[in-house]
């Protein structure tokens, strides 16, 4: 007796039995499926709105990241001093070290007039210090005097720039301070703003004219070619003061992240949208399963009569359970495609269906189902044939 | 000796509510013989047969059945008497999202050393004994009354068990389809020296028997 035999055979019964019943077979693919899209658009919408969130860290081109150890995230820092920043010059493995300011700031809508507030990034252009090919063209012009670029991915609110660009005006205010809009770039939004510009260093120091240039928000440096980041970055820990906490791209990345999904409560609510989901969803599986047992107890007591023991029935029901989770996954899936589809072609939110995501929905379906079927075996013991005959 | 029963007693309930169903039975069945107990509702003959078949436990006296002491067994002791008992249901008691077929195979599932194959053929050739080679692949809410309880009995026949236990098997036929039935039972049956208990009160299908038992107030009357 193999273990393909003891499984096969318990999981072929419930097989036929499930699809002798039609409509409850269909009731029962429903609910799994209405628990795997809720599950999927959960996950979906928490895993873009993250991504979102990290979209200027994630275009930031440099190997280690300086911030204040009192920064919780980049949108709210603390400021340190820039000559914090050229003490890790003095490491031979550094090549070039660059200063980010960013503050909030109000943006006036060009077509409206109204404030709204949005973040401004300031850097010296020929830097490159974002990795954003239309900022990258405009780099020299952004070099002149009181010239901005917008952000195309921030909320509607802010006006469309870019037919009023090409419509000829790109004169507006930034904290009540007059600026040309040179062009535009895709960034994204973050839960902190909802919109971006990104300016010169100096421009950043007339737009608000209470910050000075020693003190910066965040400090990008960049290593020579074949240097080990892991390596400086513990030689770098030594020679820079301990209010300042250093950063690899993929820490500074997981730091912002980290920060949406605990600081504040979004991890929280998609989560629990997602716990809610398979709550359902397993509710419903049992429900299946309990009547199935208790219309199929009969049957059971028959069996049981010639011979089988407990153990198949166990089987049987984990095996029903695994079909439904299959069986409601797959078309869950499918809709879910679609649906992460129109959410991406409709609302603007990069909704990409990742390998990772599927296997964990089909984990989360799997486990729900096992849960059901583990509840639903107590109404097993109801099949005692010699109460039946 | 097949079936040994010594004094046994019975009783459902507990405490003032006991209410004794089997008072002493004593009855002893040899190899292949056809016993009909009969007597009147609540004499406790589906009591006796449930727990000769290994489905009930009785606590007290002696029931060696295929020289396994049932009285205060195991739950494996029962298990290995239900496997090599075949049990006809008063109700036929197929499984109704199975076609007939499939529903015989059911007593052959058990048993891993049989290829599918073994198990499709055994099960073919005895639906095909009982009359039903037309019928393998109708499920039983397509099968006449009769036609049920004959895969029923082809269902128990098939694993070729040592004892056939039969409750009330022709109490929802016709006598028309009740004496088909048990007939073929008995013919099966003497082919391969089955012995057989059977549970009835219709009088129309005594003459099947080798001997007649009449059970009556949990007490053996005639034997």
Known sequence: MNIFDTWYFPARLAWRQLIHDRPKLIAAISGVLFACVLVFMQLGFKDSLYASAASMPLKLDGDLFLVHQQSEAMWRPAQFKRSELMRALGHPAVAEVIPLYLSLATFKAMDTQVKRTLMVYGFDPDTDLLDVEAIKELKHALRLKDTVMFDEYSRPEFGPVGELLASGQNRTEVNDYKVTILGVFQLGISFAADGNIVTSDLNFLRIFPNRSIHDIDVGIIRLHPDTSIQQTKIELRKLLNDFVKIYTYEEILEHELLYWENAAPIGFIFNFGTIMGLIVGMVIVYQILFTEITNYRFEFATLKAMGYQHHYFVRMVFASAFILAVLGFVPGFLLSNSLYYLAESQIFIPMPMTVGKIVTVFVFILFMCAIAGLLAINRLKSANPADMF | ?223
Do not use: W
């Open chain 2, 1 to 223: 000796m097949v079936i040994e029963v010594n004094n046994l007693n019975f009783s459902f309930g507990s405490g003032t509510l006991t209410q004794p169903v089997l008072k002493g039975v004593n009855i002893t069945i040899q190899k292949g013989e056809i016993v009909l107990i009969t007597g009147p509702s609540g004499s406790g003959k589906t009591t006796l047969l449930t727990i000769i078949g290994g489905l009930r436990q009785a606590m007290n006296g002696s029931v060696r059945v295929l020289d396994k002491q049932l009285v205060n067994s195991t739950e494996q002791d029962k298990v290995k008497i239900r496997r090599q008992t075949g049990y006809i249901f008063q109700q036929h008691n197929l499984l109704k999202s199975l076609t007939a077929l499939q529903n015989v195979c059911m007593t052959l599932e058990m048993y891993h050393d049989l290829t599918e194959y073994e198990r499709q053929y055994r099960a073919q050739k005895i639906l095909a004994a009982v009359g039903l080679e037309d019928r393998f692949h109708y499920f039983p809410e397509a099968l006449s009354g009769g036609q049920r309880q004959r895969v029923s009995i082809a269902r128990a026949l098939v694993g070729k068990p040592k004892i056939i236990l039969a409750d009330e098997p022709t109490a929802s036929l016709d006598r028309q389809s009740g004496h088909e039935a048990v007939e073929i039972l008995k013919q099966l049956a003497k082919e391969s020296k089955t012995t057989i208990l059977l549970v009835t009160h219709d009088y129309r299908i005594l003459d099947v028997a080798d001997r007649v038992v009449e059970l009556e107030d949990g007490v053996i009357k005639t034997v």
